[in-house]
């Protein structure tokens, strides 16, 4: 009797636990992702204080993207073979460390200019090493909790992407007018390392127990069952899923990257607008993650939302490209207005990363998750590469609208890219 009574403890204990293990996972993204998104909002003042053009900002912040997705598979695998506590401490140690050197050796101030290449070395490796954090952390919620409960789990750590790039489009651009970009270095290498020590505090495996009834209860109940020795590598649906949202980031990649510039120089805004505007696109895009992950669970229809969300970024950016080009010249009468627009599809654009994520995850089981998890984000993050270089090349061929156009042809390519949801029909995800 005493047995049970003991057993029942650990497991309730390990049911709290798990929020403490996904407020880890949370906190993971949310540093690192006021890194890599919170940088390109202080675009204007990178053109200042690096004296470089729009060209070289779009190469400046391709090096971030390619460096987690060079990074990502391989860090994807040793996260299933190391376990994801390893992987994040050491990813979020080495990153802060980074960020630290960064701020010491690769800041302006007085007469110095540090070059482009150490530049573009220092946000390559920034990226090299925070790509660490995505895979692992997603691993671990996936390993503590159930089908029918991930959908919001993973919804919630996916969550913290645009509340870390909201955080990040505040403060970041502030720091970097007012104190210069150590501190703008100082403050995400802090923000890194006091993560890693949430990890070091709470992020284990869950208990053994626990952890077979949550792979019995993913046999019983997970819509696509791959076979036990399937390879995330060899499975069509993975690819066509990750392939998917690498195109459906290119709108989402044109807001974060490159729309302070479009508000700066086409809508005359000011830095306050400016500011508000992108915290709006990463609010919102937190908001209806959150939303997105319950609302899938309850009714097991993840590739529905996320064709609908392709659909639906489509039809937000093609009127945004329409008004631009109807405008034609910079014009500060609009700046409000261009805001609104590029608030809700930034907003659409970054909607579905939760659902995506936790459809990978659950197709590759929780052993492969690392692994089906680097495939999503490697090629959302090549995308994060290609995006900022392709931006100047765009823009000195056909200007704005010509950009908004290209984020709404490719929202639409996503469309059929993505599996239909027939291949699912009749297998509904338990409620939590």
Not at 126 to 155: D, P, Q
């Amino acid at each position: 009797m005493s047995g049970h009574l003991s057993s029942d403890n650990s497991s309730e204990r390990a049911r709290g636990h798990r929020w403490k293990v996904l407020g880890v996972g949370f906190a993971a993204n949310a540093s690192f992702s006021a890194a890599f998104s919170g940088i390109p909002t202080t675009a204007v003042f990178i053109r200042s204080g690096y004296h470089v053009d729009n060209h070289v900002l779009g190469l400046l912040f391709g090096m971030l993207g390619l460096g987690i997705a060079v990074s990502e598979l391989p860090w994807g695998v040793l996260t299933d073979r190391w376990g994801d506590r390893r992987v994040l401490l050491l990813g979020l140690v080495l990153t802060a460390a980074a960020l630290a050197a960064m701020a010491v050796f690769v800041s302006p101030h007085g007469a110095y200019v540090p070059g482009v290449p150490v530049l573009a070395a220092g946000l390559l490796l920034v990226g090299l090493l925070g790509g660490s954090v995505n895979g692992s952390s997603g691993r671990a919620v996936m390993a503590w909790f159930r089908e029918g409960e991930r959908g919001l789990a993973m919804s919630i750590r996916q969550t913290a992407v645009p509340a870390g790039g909201g955080l990040g489009a505040l403060v970041l651009p502030a720091l970097a007018a007012w104190h210069g970009f150590a501190c703008v270095y100082g403050v995400l290498a802090v923000l890194c390392a006091v993560t890693a020590g949430f990890a070091w505090r709470w992020l284990h495996e869950p208990p053994a127990a626990e952890g077979v009834a949550h792979a019995t209860h993913e046999d019983t109940h997970t819509a696509h069952k791959p076979a036990p020795q399937t390879s995330p590598l060899r499975d069509v649906r993975i690819w066509r899923t990750a392939l998917g949202m690498g195109v459906l980031c290119v709108p989402q990649l044109t807001v974060v990257t490159f729309a302070t510039v479009f508000l700066h120089d086409f809508g005359r805004a000011g830095l306050l607008t400016i500011s508000l505007t992108m915290a709006a696109v990463q609010t919102g895009a937190a908001v209806m993650r959150v939303w997105s992950g319950h609302w899938t669970d309850r009714h097991g229809n993840r590739r529905v939302y996320m064709r609908a969300c392709s659909l639906v970024t489509a039809l937000l950016f093609a009127p945004l490209a329409v008004l631009t080009a109807g405008v034609g010249a910079s014009h500060t009468a609009m700046a409000l207005v261009f805001a609104v627009m590029i608030a809700l599809g930034g907003v659409s654009a970054s909607a579905w990363h939760g659902v995506a994520f936790t459809e990978l995850a659950t197709l590759a089981g929780t052993r492969r998750a690392g692994t089906a998890l680097a495939i999503g984000n490697t090629c959302v993050f090549m995308t994060m590469f290609l995006t900022p270089l392709a931006i100047p090349l765009v823009l000195s061929l056909g200007s704005w609208p010509l950009v908004w156009a290209m984020g709404s042809l490719c929202a639409l390519i996503a469309l059929p890219v993505f599996p239909r949801a027939a291949a699912a029909r009749g297998a509904t995800p338990a409620r939590a």
